[in-house]
């Protein structure tokens, strides 16, 4: 079993930045694809930014390309993300998400491919 732990949020003003962080515990090594996703008030939960744990290559939404980061560090089984020029559409329920398949790009997005969620992290921009 592998769980995942989301910190980090909290309320910045719009240009601000945060990172969020998720922590792995478990069995982490079924954990090849790491994504961070957000669901904002009366929205659907939507892909953000996801890494290849192998590899560390990364993939973003085009609303948060050159803001946005996601990064790993191996040795603390942790995946961060770093969040620059916060908007207020930002705001959201910021959730990490895990999924043993490495997933091709036109799926990366689909919720359903990830069968590790953590409990989220509230950001709020304003």
């Known amino acids: 079993q592998v769980q995942l732990v989301e910190s980090g949020g909290g309320s910045v003003q719009a240009g601000g930045s945060l990172r969020l962080s998720c922590a792995a515990y478990?069995?982490?090594?079924?954990?090849?694809?790491v994504g961070w996703f957000r669901q904002g008030p009366g929205k659907e939960r939507e892909g953000v930014a996801v890494?290849?744990?192998?590899?560390?290559?990364?993939s973003y939404d085009d609303s948060v390309k050159g803001r946005f980061t996601i990064s790993q560090d191996s040795a603390k089984d942790t995946v961060y993300l770093q969040m620059n020029s916060l908007k207020p559409e930002d705001t959201a329920m910021y959730y990490c998400?895990?999924?043993?398949?490495?997933?091709?790009?036109?799926?990366?997005?689909?919720?359903?491919?990830?069968?590790?969620w953590g409990r989220g992290t509230q950001v709020t921009v304003s």
């Open positions: 998400a895990g999924t043993e398949w490495l997933l091709p790009q036109r799926r990366l997005w689909n919720i359903n491919e990830y069968n590790i």
């Open positions: 890494i290849y744990t192998n590899g560390g290559r990364t």
């Open positions: 478990g069995n982490t090594y079924r954990r090849n694809l």
